[in-house]
């Protein structure tokens, strides 16, 4: 009795053409891509049917939080640092260079300005938790700009060619969105981008 | 002996294993996958009224009154319209309706002015066909010109034909929420309304509402 003789088979897999593959897709996405900007709260914007997009540079962005909470921050890291230095000058403050560095980490500001100094001391875990409950108050200070037109104003000296962009939880309610839109109405912006997803199939 | 080295090495396999640099592209794509933002979001275009209380009643526009409508956005997604200015001593023109297609938006083709057109209606269509002609084989309309026909559109000049626009008030309750007045917005870019201003409530709006009952 003959044994079945089993055919010993190169198992051998070409590897090349997967590996051209995947050396495509990996060139598309590093081309393609523009990193997320890590941003301190959760927002789920609304949908709406619009197909303008948002500018890539000279933005203002302004984040609202469902609970009223607001951040402001600019991808620019040369305009983020010039706010913080006409605050800085404004309010009497001075920051080492270890708060410094902290804040040039930072994607958004929201703290108030009175516990900025103490935020920016923080260890970088300690700030992310931190910022979810600080936020820029719109109380105006003795009858005057409040600190969150201080850092729009701030901004527009930095770079006045930038387009506001807010970006809000649909959950907010209208009230916060009224008073920060009032304030900025104050100061005569009156154009704004709201951010929203792309509605899917409804005309 | 040489000899036969010599034929050893001929048979040497020169494949190279590419797995290990497969895996690694595997990682990297992965990488790359979860920290980009392949759709950037969009956004809408709003521009607010000026706060300048300079700014008199006559450089307001006024509109005539079978031109415009207001619309209410009340706490739990209610939505309510005056068609017309709103006669503040009589809580019943104040209609609720629904949000979508069957709600505001058909509110606003069916809007009738005094007039006896439907400037809703006749825009939409128009822009229906603006679509149709951008998009028709052989088309070689731009981007430019489409959208400065649209702003003709908007405008009310449809084919050499200037008809009366209606003007939307959004007055949003404090207690709307941001969703609700994104949404409203919506409905103006699809009903193609060319003038249309969020406005805060006013107490005499305060007033015509809390006789209604609306929160």
């Keep these: 009795m003959g044994k079945i003789k089993i055919q010993k088979k190169d198992i051998w897999i070409d590897m090349t053409p997967m590996s051209d593959v995947m050396t495509l897709l990996l060139c598309f996405f590093m081309l393609t891509s523009t990193f997320l ?86 260890e970088k875990e300690q700030m992310a938790e931190a910022i979810k409950t600080l936020g820029i108050p719109t109380d105006s200070i003795d009858g005057g700009m409040s600190e969150f037109q201080e850092w729009v104003k701030a901004a527009r000296e930095a770079n006045p060619d930038m387009t506001i962009a807010i970006k809000c939880d649909a959950k907010t309610p209208y009230k916060v969105v009224k008073t920060m839109m009032s304030e900025l109405q104050d100061m005569n912006e009156n154009r704004y981008r709201l951010i929203t997803n792309l509605k899917q199939g409804e005309e | 002996m040489a000899k036969k080295k010599e034929s050893k090495q001929k048979k040497m396999n020169t494949r190279v294993d590419f797995t290990p640099m497969v895996d690694m592209m595997m990682l990297l ?77 058909s509110v606003l083709i069916k809007h009738t002015t005094e007039e006896g057109i439907n400037p809703v209606a006749r825009i939409m269509k128009a822009k229906q066909d603006l679509d149709a002609r951008k998009t028709a084989p052989g088309s070689t309309m731009t981007e430019e010109q489409y959208n400065k026909e649209l702003d003709e559109l908007r405008k009310g000049n449809i084919n050499g034909e200037k008809i009366p626009t209606l003007t939307i008030i959004i007055k949003p309750l404090d207690t709307a929420s941001y969703n609700n007045m994104v949404e409203a ?4 870019q699809i009903c193609s309304i060319g003038k249309y201003v969020i406005d805060k409530i006013t107490p005499d709006d305060e007033k015509l509402l809390s006789l209604k009952g609306i929160k």
């Design chain 1, 37 to 122: 900007q890590p941003e301190p709260i959760q927002v789920n914007t609304p949908s709406s049917v619009s197909e303008v997009k948002v500018p890539e540079n000279d933005v203002l962005n302004i984040l609202v939080g469902n609970d009223g909470k607001i951040f402001i921050g600019t991808e620019n890291k040369n305009n983020m640092n010039a706010m913080l230095q006409t605050i800085a000058d404004k309010f009497g403050l001075s920051f080492n260079s270890a708060q410094l560095k902290n804040f040039s980490q930072e994607s958004m500001v929201g703290a108030p300005i009175s516990a900025l100094g103490d935020y920016l001391s923080l």
């Design chain 2, 29 to 105: 794509i992965t990488f790359f996958m979860l920290c980009t933002t392949l759709s950037k979001p969009s956004a809408m275009q709003l521009t607010m009224p000026s706060n300048d209380q300079k700014l008199t009643d006559e450089e307001k526009s006024v509109t005539k009154a079978s031109h415009t409508i207001t619309i209410y956005l009340g706490s739990n997604d209610k939505i309510y319209y005056v068609a017309g200015i709103p006669q503040y001593d009589n809580p019943e023109c104040v209609k609720e309706t629904t949000w979508g297609k069957d709600g505001i938006r």
């Design chain 2, 185 to 188: 917005l919506d409905e103006m």
